[in-house]
């Protein structure tokens, strides 16, 4: 099982370079806050931004993430989060995308940027190591 599938996240829509995914956050996802975890929220944007990336790339090719930065705004406790995300810019080996995340509310939840390295292959075992 892929990870982001364990977090139960789910794919809504996928356009060229556009992503949206869904998240019911419930208590398997709190922290010891007894409130969605921070890593659980940034592995959705993650997943989003990297998705949104891929769906621009030629099939086989993938990417890796450089850098992400995330601001978180809300806490959630419970709910249905919209996750999106956006390729703003790509270069030959690099891609800078930005994506949210709201709650059922349409309350701003996180907001993050990602760049990332556009990869050869999907999948590292199929690329030579350098």
Same mark, same amino acid.
């Given at each position: ?7 139960? &996240?789910? +794919?809504?829509? &996928?356009?060229?370079?556009?992503? +949206?995914?869904?998240? +019911?956050?419930? +208590? ?24 949104? &990336? ?77």
């Amino acid at each position: 099982m892929e990870f982001t599938q364990s977090l139960g &996240v789910k +794919e809504i829509s &996928v356009g060229e370079g556009k992503v +949206e995914l869904e998240l +019911e956050i419930g +208590e398997a996802h709190w922290s010891t806050a007894e409130r969605a975890h921070g890593g659980v929220l940034f592995s959705a944007l993650d997943t989003a931004l990297g998705r949104a &990336v891929v769906s621009t790339l030629p099939e086989g090719r993938g990417c890796a993430t450089l850098e992400c930065k995330i601001n978180f705004f809300r806490p959630v406790m419970r709910g249905r989060l919209n996750i999106s995300a956006e390729v703003v810019r790509k270069t030959r080996h690099t891609a800078y995308t930005e994506g949210s995340i709201f709650d059922d509310q349409e309350r701003l939840i996180a907001r993050a940027s990602a760049t990332f390295f556009l990869t050869e292959t999907r999948r590292t075992v199929d690329r030579e190591r350098v």
